[in-house]
Nanobody, 124 residues
Framework: QVQLVESGGGLVQPGGSLRLSCQVS????????IGWFRQAPGKEREGVSC????????YYGDSVKDRFTISRDNATNTVYLQMNSLKPEDTAVYYC?????????????????WGQGAQVSVSS
């Protein structure tokens, strides 16, 4: 059974940094992709970034390129999202999600497994 557990959310001032963690368990092969998504109040869920487990290939949404970095630690089955230069518009509930296969995508509907979410608030 695939399980994803996020941690690391919180309140940060504009321009600050925060790192989210996603503990991954239950995938039985090396061929899967973990993505980060976010949903702000009143808005649709948006893809942020993703990483392929087998080789670390990554993809970023335009709104977070050059500010956010996704990485993985295969020894601990943890995926990280380092968020720098945070802006108030980054405020949202952040979810990690998983999909089997090798296609690197941040299309929300292509992910089958979801974590419970972590609140990130950017405010002065």
């Amino acid at each position: 059974q695939v399980q994803l557990v996020e941690s690391g959310g919180g309140l940060v001032q504009p321009g600050g940094s925060l790192r989210l963690s996603c503990q991954v368990s239950g995938f039985t092969s090396d061929y899967y992709v973990i993505g980060w998504f976010r949903q702000a109040p009143g808005k649709e869920r948006e893809g942020v970034s993703c990483i392929r487990s087998s080789d670390g290939k990554t993809y970023y949404g335009d709104s977070v390129k050059d500010r956010f970095t996704i990485s993985r630690d295969n020894a601990t089955n943890t995926v990280y999202l380092q968020m720098n230069s945070l802006k108030p518009e980054d405020t949202a509930v952040y979810y990690c999600a998983g999909r089997r296969g090798v296609v690197v995508t941040i299309e929300t509907h292509l992910y089958d497994y979801w974590g419970q979410g972590a609140q990130v608030s950017v405010s002065s």
